[in-house]
């Protein structure tokens, strides 16, 4: 008798090849390029370090293309450690095969392996990014991932002058991967970065690092996007340019309401894109760019302050040592008041030609507590966690088990998904409680491979509840494979009678990362239309690596249009 697996491969195959070809032949150009994972010597704060780096740049080559481009993007692994990227942000319709989670939706590209990644833009405009996505490795493996609009098509917003990608990152003076293996083996907290960097630059506040700043050099009366994005493993971040106001026009690649801020927060994940209006005359002084972590919870955080310089063209001959040096003023680093505040402005345009298509009607209800909780410490080990435990992060409960013999799109697609995963992920808290209140006694999470399934065009409301179990922190929870509405937020605990009659589903932002309040929740609408196997997990890397994370399986819909196509011939093998 032939396989279903083989069988559901063969009639899918051949209703969509067509459609395939026309899809990708009609959306717009084809653009190629070739990524090859590197070693690099790089020397940072007087230290220098063997990194992994793509075309042996740090931070990585930008990705340019425009809305309705197929992207074909041939990654080469030149080095021992397994690699896989991911396009983050970037919707896949269609082609999970290319989205990019090691053992999600694929098994990583081995030494000596290529894999090209081939999807296109489908509706989708502005600042997103790309990074690996397999252990750590994302700390040196990322840059921009830049979609233009379509020819002839204009901005909302005034025409910059230019466009400069700014990109946040985290510098490690020891391998970060040595970094993720120990605190996993011990149980215990990550040690802390040594640096925050702009677009790879530590910059002169930290020991000898003057020479490796940043500078953003600007003429005066002059309108500049800058494309912001933060890289960082685990800090959000506060920004600001000194004596310098920044217009906020998009957020995830999706356009806002404008509004005027002079510190922006920014969360593992997002992107920000601000418009900056320079100065009408060159004006004598230094002009810092500062980020710092905002952190509201337990652990080691990398509390140090990265600068780069705002740099005007000038005419003058004075000297810049001679100016004086002028810095933004940056909120507490626990101002959760102030990241509340800033989320709660970030409206989408909901124009005629950008409408807003959050669903009205819900077809699944989900309530997904977040946070730290322990695992046992093994017998015969001594463990570093909160009282000889092991740290671990879950959804509901359940700290996510990652697959290592195989990829769950692989399986699900094929039907193997016996004693891959299972299909039972609880839609709310099997043991409800105080969330926000005082911690319960058992800080003990289950773990597991499950799953939420999802038929074709559901909708969907899932509302994400932070949790005190081992103190109240910040989660930027991202989406893969769909953007989703922000339509609530609030602090302590969900009211399910109250909270809903204040969502807002006039003109809520949309996302793919969103910030969960430390001690609070936020509510987010989406309508499954993308057919596969989706992550959805904390984008603050350590919280990531201990579970907090689970995935939704999105059935195939009657059209051939609505269906995944097989998995493509150069897919990896684990």
């Not at 026309?22 to 190629?32: E, K, L």
């Not at 340019?64 to 080095?79: M, Q, S, T």
């Not at 009657?558 to 493509?568: A, C, T, V």
């Amino acid at each position: 008798m032939l396989n279903m697996g083989v069988l559901r491969y063969v009639l899918v195959a051949c209703l969509i090849a067509i459609s395939n070809h026309v899809n990708v032949a009609s959306a717009g150009i084809t653009r190629r390029y070739k990524f090859d994972i590197q070693l690099k010597n790089v020397t940072r704060l007087c230290k220098t370090r063997s990194i992994l780096t793509v075309n042996g740049k740090f931070p990585g080559p930008r990705v340019i293309a425009r809305e309705g481009d197929n992207l074909l993007i041939k990654v080469v692994n030149h080095v021992s450690t397994n690699i896989s990227i991911h396009w983050h942000g970037i919707r896949q319709l269609r082609s999970g095969w290319a989205d990019g989670p090691a053992y999600i939706t694929q098994c990583p590209i081995r030494t000596g392996q290529s894999y090209v990644y081939n999807f296109t833009v489908t509706g989708q405009r502005g600042t997103l990014w790309w990074h690996a996505h397999i252990t750590w490795v994302r700390a040196t493996v990322y840059g921009p991932l830049i979609i233009l609009p379509k020819l002839h098509d204009s901005y909302p917003f005034p025409k910059p002058y230019k466009q400069i990608p700014i990109i946040f990152g985290e510098w490690f003076n020891v391998d970060p991967q040595a970094v993720i293996q120990q605190a996993l083996q011990t149980g215990g907290g990550p040690n802390a970065s040594d640096a925050h960097t702009i677009n790879g630059l530590p910059g002169p506040l930290y020991n000898c690092s003057a020479k490796d700043t940043y500078k953003l050099k600007v003429k005066p009366g002059k309108t500049y996007l800058l494309r912001l994005i933060n890289a960082a493993l685990n800090d959000q971040l506060f920004f600001g340019i000194a004596n310098h106001t920044l217009t906020v026009v998009e957020a995830d690649a999706s356009y806002v309401k404008p509004f005027k801020t002079n510190v922006l927060v920014i969360g593992p994940g997002q992107t920000t894109n601000v418009l900056l209006k320079t100065k009408h005359v060159s004006p004598n002084a230094t002009f810092f760019m500062l980020a710092r972590t905002y952190f509201v919870g337990q652990g080691t955080i990398d509390n140090t302050t990265v600068a780069g310089i705002l740099e005007y063209e000038r005419k003058a001959s004075n000297s810049p040592k001679t100016r004086p040096v002028l810095k933004p003023a940056l909120p507490a680093i626990n101002a959760t008041g102030f990241v509340a505040n800033f989320s709660n402005m970030f409206r989408s345009l909901a124009s005629s030609k950008f409408p807003v298509d959050v669903p009205k009607t819900v077809d699944r209800k989900f309530f997904f507590t977040v946070g730290l909780g322990t695992n046992p410490c093994p017998k015969n080990q001594t463990c570093q966690g909160p009282n000889g435990t092991k740290f671990a992060a879950s959804i509901n409960n359940v700290s996510f088990v990652l697959p290592n013999t195989t990829s769950l799109l692989r399986s699900y697609f094929f039907g193997k998904s016996n004693r891959v995963f299972t299909t039972d992920f609880p839609s709310s808290p099997i043991f409800p409680f105080n969330y926000t209140g005082m911690p319960p006694n058992n800080t003990m999470v289950a773990r597991g491979t499950k799953v939420v399934v999802l038929k074709y065009n559901t909708t969907v409301e899932l509302v994400f509840q932070d949790t005190s179990i081992l103190g109240a922190e910040s989660h930027p929870l991202h989406l893969h494979g769909f953007n989703f509405y922000v339509v609530g937020q609030g602090f302590g605990n969900f009211d399910p009678t109250r909270d809903p009659k204040r969502f807002n589903l006039l003109d809520p932002v949309e996302r793919n990362t969103a910030l969960v309040p430390a001690g609070g929740w936020i509510a987010v609408r989406f309508r499954a239309d993308n057919p596969g196997v989706w992550l959805m997990h904390c984008h603050i890397e350590i919280h990531l690596s201990w579970g907090l994370t689970m995935a939704w399986v999105v059935l195939d819909g009657d059209l051939p249009n609505q269906k995944l196509p097989p998995p493509p011939s150069d897919f990896p093998k684990c």
